[in-house]
């Protein structure tokens, strides 16, 4: 797989669970410690997410890491911090 085509995959994946959680892009942005144009562009494919950042997200939306990066299984409704 290209780098191009594995940002693409996780920006679809990070776009699917925004939606999920039923926030906008600058809400998830400052969730996370970023802001909205940054997080756009990510969701877009237009850069890649930093790794801090995909370590933020999983701390505060439970998302399983391993579905961000590989798409192995769709994450499942969070139930409380630190799940």
Do not use: C
């Amino acid at each position: 797989m290209t780098p191009e085509r594995m940002r693409a995959e996780i920006a679809e994946r990070l776009y699917a669970h925004r939606v999920t959680l039923g926030l906008t892009t600058d809400e998830l942005a400052a969730l996370i410690g970023t802001n909205g144009g940054r997080y756009r562009r990510y969701e877009r494919a237009e850069t890649q997410m930093p790794a801090e950042l995909f370590f933020e997200l999983h701390k505060e939306t439970g998302v399983p890491l391993d579905w961000l990066i590989g798409g192995d299984q769709p994450p499942g409704p969070k139930s409380g911090k630190g799940d």
